[in-house]
């Protein structure tokens, strides 16, 4: 009998229980995800409206008489192009992407464009992997996104060394929207881990802005490459904040809505802890930049403002409920609230009418906030107990950041205190390709 009465409070205490739950999901907006970060400042954000403008490039079969360019145009000179590939060119094996050298802004960009639905190859690409199929130096990456980074290198590797030379005072960007951006970031990974392929170019010289990232890399890999990937936010997109594998979220496509609201229930059972001590969990890599514009229980946009920081807990680790969640991924309205906001930047700054001298001064101490804070994210992570992950002077890569006098000597030195050996180029290319009859490179299946 006293069972039977306690029955109606169990129900209750569940209901209550039910009810806190979804009011804590739908009071979660995306400006929490990034309320206690920084401002981004104009000189650091000015690269992202650009390189979304070359993103969308890669999308036209002809820039020279343009289908789709965006208000203010593609930014871009088409005599300035290296190199362009298509499906054809890449045989589904990589999403299409151009090599550009802009000289208006001492830079050689690689754009990488994002998922085509229509094409089977890309899909390929995403389905090639399962939790903790791929070890990559100390850490877990997704394995198709690997495989596809692995091909642009090897095919373009003599194209860009010799522009790297050619160019000393060049920047190297590696850039990509939602499946490009991946393919963007391990790129930018396997070439600073082999900067000898590249004629020993300089880790400062080396940077990657991921548009809309893929979780694509384990959190000690997303924190140690900070330095030098930067992922781009807007608002509520949900692929950063969803660690389902690109591949489910994939295939359910066509009810991604009902997906995601499942994994938003799963996630939130599971404590930050747990999730932060999964070795084989992917993150989105690098800095991140978020683009809020929407405040909660108001309409309409609002003039977007950009935070910034390297966190290692509270990384998008919640998706948000927001009918916005998937348009928010879309790489044109990505590029729009990025102008304005960088547009409302530049305002401000001309505003205040700084000189130029106090202008240099303040982008030396970003860059000096930059490097602390990135320090400080590493030795969080071993705080935290994140695997594989190690202080940063077992790294190596920080004072090679600082200093930029740190040849590939000293970089397998530092390499060597982790307990894995790093992985040469000529190793990840055995590990990854097979040679057909007529020598030419195949991916293993």
């Keep these: 009998m006293s069972i039977v009465c306690g029955l109606p409070l169990l129900e209750c205490v569940y209901c209550l229980a039910c009810a806190r739950w979804a009011w804590k999901r739908c009071l979660h907006t995306a400006g929490h995800d990034s309320e206690t970060w920084g401002l981004a400042t104009a000189e650091e954000f000015e690269p992202v409206p650009r390189l979304c403008r070359?993103?969308?490039?890669?999308?036209?079969?002809?820039?020279?008489?343009?289908?789709?360019?965006?208000?203010?145009?593609?930014?871009?000179?088409?005599?300035?192009?290296?190199?362009?590939?298509?499906?054809?060119?890449?045989?589904?094996?990589?999403?299409?992407?151009?090599?550009?050298?802009?000289?208006?802004?001492?830079?050689?960009?690689?754009?990488?464009?994002?998922?085509?639905?229509?094409?089977?190859?890309?899909?390929?690409?995403?389905?090639?992997?399962?939790?903790?199929?791929?070890?990559?130096?100390?850490?877990?990456?997704?394995?198709?996104?690997l495989k596809a980074a692995g091909f642009v290198l090897e095919k373009e590797c003599d194209t860009m060394k010799e522009l790297v030379e050619k160019y000393p005072y060049y920047t190297l960007t590696f850039a990509g929207h939602s499946l490009g951006s991946g393919v963007a970031a391990l790129l930018a990974m396997i070439v600073v881990q082999n900067r000898d392929r590249l004629g020993n170019i300089d880790r400062k010289r080396v940077r990657c802005f991921a548009i809309a990232p893929a979780r694509c890399m384990s959190l000690n890999l997303a924190v140690r490459y900070a330095d030098v990937i930067n992922s781009v936010v807007l608002q509520d997109d949900f692929l950063p904040r969803t660690a389902t594998p690109l591949e489910d979220i994939f295939k359910s496509l066509f009810c991604l809505p009902c997906l995601l609201c499942l994994r938003c229930m799963r996630d939130t059972c599971i404590p930050e802890e747990k999730m932060l001590r999964d070795p084989r969990r992917l993150y989105a890599p690098g800095r991140l930049y978020h683009i809020v514009e929407r405040?909660?229980?108001?309409?309409?946009?609002?003039?977007?403002?950009?935070?910034?920081?390297?966190?290692?807990?509270?990384?998008?680790?919640?998706?948000?409920?927001?009918?916005?969640?998937?348009?928010?991924?879309?790489?044109?309205?990505?590029?729009?609230?990025?102008?304005?906001?960088?547009?409302?930047?530049?305002?401000?700054?001309?505003?205040?009418?700084?000189?130029?001298?106090?202008?240099?001064?303040?982008?030396?101490?970003?860059?000096?906030?930059?490097?602390?804070?990135?320090?400080?994210?590493?030795?969080?992570?071993?705080?935290?107990?994140?695997?594989?992950?190690?202080?940063?002077?077992?790294?190596?890569?920080?004072?090679?950041?600082?200093?930029?006098?740190?040849?590939?000597?000293?970089?397998?030195?530092?390499?060597?205190?982790?307990?894995?050996?790093?992985?040469?180029?000529?190793?990840?290319?055995?590990?990854?390709?097979?040679?057909?009859?007529?020598?030419?490179?195949?991916l293993k299946s």
Aim: charged content about 30%; some cysteine; aromatic content about 10%.
């Design 295 to 442: 405040k909660p229980f108001r309409c309409g946009r609002f003039p977007p403002v950009v935070r910034t920081a390297v966190p290692v807990d509270g990384r998008f680790e919640h998706i948000v409920l927001s009918c916005n969640a998937t348009s928010d991924h879309a790489i044109i309205w990505i590029e729009k609230e990025a102008k304005r906001a960088l547009d409302l930047m530049l305002e401000e700054d001309h505003t205040m009418e700084i000189p130029p001298k106090q202008r240099m001064e303040r982008q030396e101490t970003l860059e000096r906030e930059h490097r602390e804070e990135y320090k400080a994210a590493l030795q969080r992570a071993v705080t935290l107990s994140v695997p594989h992950a190690y202080s940063p002077t077992q790294y190596g890569t920080f004072d090679e950041s600082e200093e930029g006098e740190q040849s590939d000597k000293s970089s397998s030195t530092g390499s060597s205190r982790r307990s894995t050996k790093r992985e040469t180029w000529d190793e990840l290319i055995e590990r990854l390709f097979d040679k057909d009859e007529s020598g030419h490179m195949k």
């Design 54 to 145: 070359y993103i969308l490039a890669v999308y036209e079969d002809d820039l020279w008489h343009p289908l789709w360019e965006p208000d203010g145009g593609y930014g871009i000179n088409p005599d300035w192009i290296i190199l362009k590939r298509n499906y054809e060119d890449t045989q589904g094996r990589a999403p299409p992407y151009f090599l550009y050298l802009a000289h208006d802004h001492a830079d050689i960009v690689l754009a990488v464009r994002g998922l085509n639905m229509a094409k089977e190859s890309d899909y390929a690409v995403l389905l090639d992997n399962r939790l903790g199929k791929r070890k990559f130096d100390g850490g877990y990456v997704h394995n198709g996104l």
